[in-house]
């Protein structure tokens, strides 16, 4: 827990993401981050006149769907409105956003925090385009614009300031992020600046009510640079305050390579971005077939996945929490278990064999070569004693890295030892073989375990499995001929 004496500190965050549409809000142009500079862009999505803009169904069923998640209220008409300023990057001269009918109202978002779980309310969560982006070249000292990322459909997740420190506000974005995972909109792909976030931060007196000046921290793209960004802002501002000054309403920027923020610029006053109804486009209507259908569709959200399967599988908070990071994970680990049957087998091969391959090969569990099937084969064999738990691991590396059937593969590595199956005709064999030994051991004579154990591993050049070779020999008390 951060602490900072006599000073609480309330934070807002407004995140970005960008929806993971096929194409872009308004227009037919590709949503894809590939292509040349101004390779994806028309007439609508760069603003000339007489263009005329679409909505993208999906983009507003996405975020229609994040609203469900959350438990907002979702407005059944949705006006695009148009926010009027001038940027470069923006060259018809205003971004079409939502203003007093946005998507998502309310909502709120649990998450997990020193083991306690906290809620966030959400202000508010709308659709807007995004802007171009301008590239500032050394080279040729000249500054390039290229128009591919606008119109692409971004929503704007706003919170309440309910959050109270920077580990706080961490532990939010990563349940934000989860749940956007979830649901499957986004892929929140943070150095493609597909998931940005600002930091509304003000500090005040414990025992005052009223909200310190706020500043803001602008496009921090990672978790870890966020809780940085915010910790050194809130020193900055108890600095100023305890040496007699004032904050003053700014926007800042973090540099993270020398880990400081620094005034990028002063608000003198809030911006009027003189909105208004979009006349190009009328309100959409949400009607509640599709309010129902996407009710329906919603995934369980993580919180609670982690919370069942720390009651369903006993599972402690951390391994849940680490299953749970990823839905198709998740899901996996449930399939493993019904393959199975096994919690403790599957977890341990999940979060040990399997979890160590997806990292050596950086690939997600979707594309795990090792198929659900074999890997419980490779576990019977195990159980049954006929595969060792290195020649476990070896027989699993060597599936996972050749197109062959696991049988040839056991095979021609010898990684089984003599099948259960074989070992318990060799011990009769055995048995049968010596019928005088086998008179004595079976009327009382403990010692000639000894003896028959030496005979098999002879015979079995010291493969077999000593636990299952045991228990094959108590059986042998109750043989008859
Ligand atoms: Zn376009």
């Known amino acids: 827990m951060n602490s900072h004496g006599k000073w609480k500190v309330v934070i807002g965050l407004e995140v970005h993401v960008q929806l993971n549409t096929k194409s872009k809000l308004f227009c037919g142009c590709s949503n894809e981050s590939l292509g040349k500079p101004n390779s994806r862009c028309c007439p609508i999505c760069i603003g000339l006149p007489g263009s005329l803009p679409l909505p993208n169904k999906s983009a507003i ?26 940027y470069p990057d923006l060259p ?23 083991n306690m779980e906290k809620t966030v309310q959400l202000t508010r969560a709308h659709l807007e385009e995004d802007a171009g982006k301008l590239i500032h070249s050394v080279q040729d000292s000249a500054t390039h614009i290229d128009l591919n990322r606008c119109g692409t459909p971004l929503l704007e997740i706003v919170s309440e300031p309910d959050l109270r420190s920077a580990s706080e506000a961490k532990a939010y974005l990563t349940q934000l992020k989860q749940q956007i995972q979830y649901l499957e909109i986004s892929n929140c792909d943070m150095e493609k600046g597909q998931l940005r976030c600002d930091a509304n931060v003000s500090i005040r007196k414990n025992d005052s009510d ?46 993270d390579k020398a880990d400081s923020i620094s005034v990028l610029r002063l608000k003198e006053d809030a911006h009027d971005y003189r909105y208004f109804p979009c006349p190009d486009l009328p309100p959409v209507f949400i009607d509640d077939k599709i309010i129902k259908k996407l ?10 996945k982690v919370k069942r399967f720390q009651k369903d599988y006993k599972l402690s908070l951390s391994d849940s929490e680490r299953i749970c990071q990823e839905s198709n994970f998740a ?19 999940l979060l ?56 040839t593969i056991l ?9 259960t199956h074989s070992l318990a005709d060799i011990v009769i064999e055995v048995a049968d073989a010596n019928p005088s030994e086998l008179l004595r051991y079976q009327s009382g004579e403990e010692k000639l375990k000894g003896f028959f154990m030496g005979q098999i591993m002879r015979k079995t050049q010291g493969k077999a499995n000593p636990a299952e070779l045991v228990k094959l020999i108590e059986a042998l008390k109750t043989h008859s001929n």
């Open 210 to 255: 009223e909200f310190g000046t706020r500043a803001e921290i602008k496009n921090v793209n990672s978790f870890k640079f966020v809780e940085k960004a915010i910790n050194l802002e809130i020193n900055r501002q108890i600095d100023i305050l305890e040496n007699g000054g004032k904050i003053k309403q700014c926007t800042l920027q973090y540099d």
């Open 411 to 419: 095979e021609k590595n010898n990684l089984l030892n003599d099948d």
């Open 295 to 304: 009710n329906d569709n919603c995934p369980e959200k993580p919180i609670e």
């Open 61 to 86: 069923e996405k975020s229609a769907l994040f609203g469900i998640a959350v438990n907002s209220k979702i407005n059944k008409s949705v006006q695009f409105s148009r926010k009027n300023y001038f």
């Open 92 to 114: 018809k001269g205003f971004q079409t956003s939502q203003f007093s009918l946005p998507i998502c109202e309310g909502g709120e978002i649990k998450y997990l925090h020193d």
């Open 352 to 407: 040990g064999d399997i979890s160590k391959l997806l990292k050596d090969k950086n690939i997600s569990i979707n594309e795990l070569p090792i198929s659900i099937d074999d890997i419980s084969k490779l576990l019977n064999f195990q159980n049954n004693g006929s595969l060792s738990v290195s020649n476990f691991k070896k027989a699993f590396i060597l599936k996972a890295e050749s197109n062959n059937p696991l049988s």
């Open 331 to 349: 899901n996996y680990f449930e399939n493993l278990i019904i393959k199975i049957g096994d919690v403790k087998k599957s977890k341990n091969i």
